[in-house]
């Protein structure tokens, strides 16, 4: 069965600093895989897609990410974080059926200033 | 464009109770999915409808029900609440499935739901 993994539960990082969170899936077929943010309070929001061709992703609010397929991994990455990126993100990936998501545990990003 | 509307924000409940959750899509999209989210199992998939049709299922009791209306607004059910049905119950939009924008979901703010 498909699966995501976020090997990260909690991550701090100062302001300013890089960021990369993991997340590894479980797959047969050729996937798609997302990343999505929850602040406090809210619903989720998708940063980002991958489907095909390109490898390296381009997401809003500044986030990129890789897929590589030997490593079975889509890692998002920022190159200088912002206190108003402190969050919860999750990475996912379909699972018998397009709509149908299954997510990883999530990785709540701590901001010190 | 307004985003999706989930209705009511919070809502506190007995066991044994029944509970009914409302959501509006944004406009024009026509799928609809809902997903329960707890601390303890993280986000899980309960049931997506697609043109008044449930489409899939996640692996929930059958307690916990869907539709959708003409309009794409859904609503989801609970009855015979327990106290583990405790959680946050967001509900999220998306073109019709197939699309090259298949599984960019957006989401509403949730409903979070307590049963005492």
């Known amino acids: 069965a498909q699966s995501v993994t976020q090997p990260d539960i909690h991550i701090t990082v100062s302001e300013g600093a890089s960021l990369e969170l993991r997340c590894n899936y479980s797959?047969?077929?050729?996937?798609?895989l997302f990343w999505y943010v929850q602040s406090p309070g809210q619903g989720l929001q998708l940063l980002l897609k991958?489907?095909?061709?390109?490898?390296l992703v381009q997401g809003i609010k500044g986030f990129e990410a890789e897929f590589k397929r030997s490593q079975s991994s889509f890692n998002l990455r920022k190159p200088s974080v912002h206190w108003s990126d402190a969050a919860e993100y999750f990475c996912?990936?379909?699972?018998?059926?397009?709509?149908?998501?299954?997510f990883g545990a999530g990785t709540r990003l701590a901001v010190h200033p | 464009k307004a985003g999706v509307t989930q209705t009511p924000r919070y809502l506190i409940k007995t066991r044994g109770q029944q509970v009914t959750l409302s959501c509006s899509p944004i406009s024009g999209h026509r799928s609809v999915s809902w997903y329960q989210q707890t601390p303890g199992q993280g986000l899980q998939f309960l049931f997506e409808y697609f043109s008044e049709t449930q489409r899939n299922k996640g692996n929930f009791p059958g307690r916990f029900s869907g539709r959708q209306f003409s309009n794409s607004r859904s609503e989801m059910n609970v009855s015979t609440l327990e106290l583990g049905d405790s959680a946050l119950y967001l509900c999220?939009?998306?073109?019709?499935?197939?699309?090259?924008?298949?599984?960019?979901?957006?989401f509403g703010e949730g409903s979070r739901l307590t049963v005492l």
């Open positions: 991958y489907f095909s061709g390109d490898t």
């Open positions: 996912a990936a379909p699972s018998g059926g397009y709509n149908k998501l299954i």
């Open positions: 999220a939009s998306s073109l019709a499935p197939g699309t090259e924008r298949t599984g960019e979901l957006f």
């Open positions: 797959y047969g077929a050729t996937p798609y």
